[in-house]
């Protein structure tokens, strides 16, 4: 087990000169940590300050900041560890954090349980790039959404995903839903000849959500999908880490974290990295040129980050959604590469042939791309 | 019990015309219920769209919208209802939060279970404002913190909470902190002769949070405090209908929420109104002229939202700090009047006399303002 004393964090500053920046992130070293004015932190808890290690302009108006805080300050606790990131200074403007310390990151958090490689098995599809859709909308009885899916898998889709407002309503509760789902899938199968995986949503209260996981396992789902924002990032990691079924991850509550470019996190780092290193297997992201306003540059890099070599860390499978067309797969193949899980919604449903049909040209479009 | 069958969302939309403003409108409608297009959406889930009830502009460039949702979509689901209020439209720009039906809130929500009522027979301080400091800073042992503690109770003041970076470090384990910081306090009482109220910090991870919060009754804590935007919102809620122990609620990790003018949550709101109703006794809030940066009719109103009629909801106490001057006092009390608990930590710790002297000196000007 590595270890170390402290960890380097950094932030991205706005500020109107070096001198302002210097004084703001010196401002950081304090609030991050001993939360004390200086003249009255005891000599025993000196240790604990935060530490700028670093300072360098990166932009108009920008500075990058490296601060190391005491590894002792989090002592393994990972809400601790966001707390320390961006807890007051979360109400900070212009303050956004880019990146922490990898090894660190990792003798914290233990990344994926199963990670790319388990669910390319899982659906013996050894290189192309995957197939995703939500079963939706909310409103539908457990039969309809079963019939649903039960179109889908006959079409050969890899994963079926509930739409993230599928919780345990009275029109379609928890129980009924995915055994009817898992039993329609199961059917499919037969159809295409090929596995199709289902993730149920287990959002819920956080006081619950570990029963809903394993019921989700008894019944036979492949997986579950959580919006980590609404269950806190730490509920992830602890479902995680039973390894009991693959977590795909929505972005659902966490827009204000990465919207604004100067304040937050730098979405590739939050959702690439963070999501990544608290467990999820799959991260789904807001794609360019949807309903969502992140540019294609910045989904690139996102979409790298999910995959790149970290440390112990499996790779998560990227996951562009959000708005993306059926007609536009190879555009999105072209820019990401195979290594990719592509979400289509909406745009499957509008299909004039129906969610079979869909499905099959989703897949065609994925298997001509394969090298 | 009362019912409806939609609950009413207020929003305040950017745009740069009416006709954007409407556009967009519509899209929160589709996006935050059932998330098909509407020429995909089957008539057995039509009743679950959300429906635009108003939209009138309220400055320049913005509009303020009403959204009617389906209380089904929710299904008394506190996370779901988070989900629908503000899940994927949180990746928008220029979408705000300002307001949920309170009636529907009220049912879905407990809100305090304690309220200012019960904190001020527990002190027996009927009338006057109440005052607040942090035990701090983290690397202090539990004995060390114990003994500020004991400074600050002899010296009178109301309620001492932990700083919220101290979880259960190796430097003051949680059972052995809360045990030497209750026996302190206890002590102090004895030369006081009054209450003085201990909440150990408690937040930590949401599966085991539960298990702190007992151990903190179990230890003779007055209260816990939580960080519920670390925790998940609804993990407050689920603590604070046990009716265990009052919850104080503090802002770390939240900013990002609330800091951007057009997007978010507005800070009145979301402080003062949804953290109240999920279950928040008492609101830590950032105080204008301190390390933040909200101004001050921003505080007055959040301040006076805590404490307003709204429905069956018992008052939270509003709470400022992050970096209020011992000196200002006075000025803070004018401007909200003795029905808030008054934060202070570094400037107390900054008091050449002491902890003591400093919280003799805060009541002091306390009690001079009692009506």
Same mark, same amino acid.
């Given at each position: 087990m590595k270890s170390r004393k402290t960890f380097r964090t950094d932030y991205r500053i706005s500020a109107s000169s070096a001198d302002e920046a210097k004084d703001i992130a010196e401002s950081l070293c304090i609030e991050q940590s001993v939360e004390i004015p200086l003249d009255a932190l005891p000599e025993s808890a000196a240790g604990f300050l935060g530490r700028l290690s670093g300072l360098e302009p990166c932009g108009e108006q920008q500075w990058e900041a490296a601060i190391d805080y005491s590894t002792e300050s989090v002592s393994g606790d990972p809400v601790q560890f966001l707390n320390v990131l961006y807890g007051n200074c /979360? *109400?900070? $403007?212009g303050i956004c954090v880019t990146g922490v310390d990898s090894v660190y990151l990792n003798t914290l958090l233990q990344g994926p349980s199963f990670g790319i490689k388990a669910i390319r098995t899982a659906l013996s599809v050894p290189r192309r790039a995957l197939s995703c859709t939500a079963l939706k $909308?909310?409103? *539908?009885s457990p039969d309809e959404l079963a019939e649903r899916a039960f179109r889908f898998t006959k079409g050969g889709i890899d994963i079926i995903k509930d739409d993230? @407002? *599928?919780? &345990?309503? +009275? #029109? +379609?509760p928890f129980r009924q839903r995915v055994t009817a789902c898992v039993e329609a899938v199961r059917k499919g199968e037969q159809f295409s000849g090929k596995r199709t995986l289902y993730f149920p949503n287990i959002t819920t209260s956080a006081l619950t959500i570990g029963a809903r996981f394993e019921e989700a396992a008894e019944l036979g789902a492949d997986g579950v999908m959580i919006c980590p924002q609404l269950t806190g990032l730490e509920t992830m990691h602890a479902l995680a880490r039973k390894k009991l079924l693959p977590v795909m991850a929505h $972005? /659902?509550? #966490?827009g204000a974290y990465v919207l604004h470019p100067d304040h937050g996190f730098s979405p590739a780092f939050y959702y690439g990295t963070l999501w990544r290193a608290f467990g999820a297997d799959m991260i789904i992201y807001p794609n +360019? @040129?949807?309903?969502? &306003?992140?540019?294609a540059a910045f989904c690139k890099e996102l979409n790298r980050r999910c995959r =790149? =070599? *970290? =440390?112990?860390f499996k790779p998560s499978f990227p996951s562009p959604g959000g708005g993306i067309d059926r007609t536009t797969v190879s555009r999105w193949l072209a820019e990401y590469g195979n290594e990719t899980l592509f979400l289509i919604g909406g745009s499957l449903y509008q299909h004039p042939g129906g969610e079979e049909k869909a499905a099959i040209e989703f897949q065609q479009e994925l298997e001509k791309n394969e090298q």
């Open positions: /979360s *109400l900070y $403007p $909308p909310i409103g *539908l993230h @407002g *599928l919780t &345990s309503q +009275a #029109s +379609a $972005p /659902s509550f #966490s +360019a @040129g949807g309903r969502f &306003s992140f540019d =790149e =070599e *970290l =440390e112990d």
